[in-house]
């Protein structure tokens, strides 16, 4: 099952942007959730994640201080709201669980940080 992220758009550097992804609930319900991305050239890297009690989450030091991820359990749902966005931010940003499954990778969703 293909989990698919949304709200990703162009914004200029120094604005925010929220991503959002919804799961079926006996995929977000047992698993730690994750926010990956993937610029042009470059691996695909996790950004953030979040344990399945929502109680810890993890940021990679690029973002750490700028993104926020957060779950929603009443609606199966995880969300990234970044802030403070830079040009090296553009990507192709996708979520699934953590560690990642192959199955559930969708097309994910395009984040542009340009002036």
């Known amino acids: 099952v293909q989990l698919q992220a949304s709200g990703g758009g162009l914004v200029q550097p120094g604005g925010s942007l929220r991503l959002s992804c919804t799961a079926s609930?006996?995929?977000?319900?047992?698993?730690?959730m994750g926010w990956y991305r993937q610029a042009p050239g470059k691996q695909r890297e996790l950004v953030a994640s979040i344990w399945k009690d929502g109680k810890n989450t993890y940021y990679a030091g690029s973002v750490k201080g700028r993104f926020t991820i957060s779950r929603d359990s009443a609606k199966n749902s995880v969300s990234l709201q970044m802030n403070s966005l830079k040009p090296e931010d553009t990507a192709v940003y996708y979520c699934?669980?953590?560690?990642?499954?192959?199955?559930?990778w969708g097309q994910g969703t395009q984040v542009t940080v340009s002036s």
């Open positions: 699934n669980v953590q560690p990642p499954r192959a199955p559930h």
């Open positions: 609930a006996h995929i977000f319900q047992v698993n730690n």
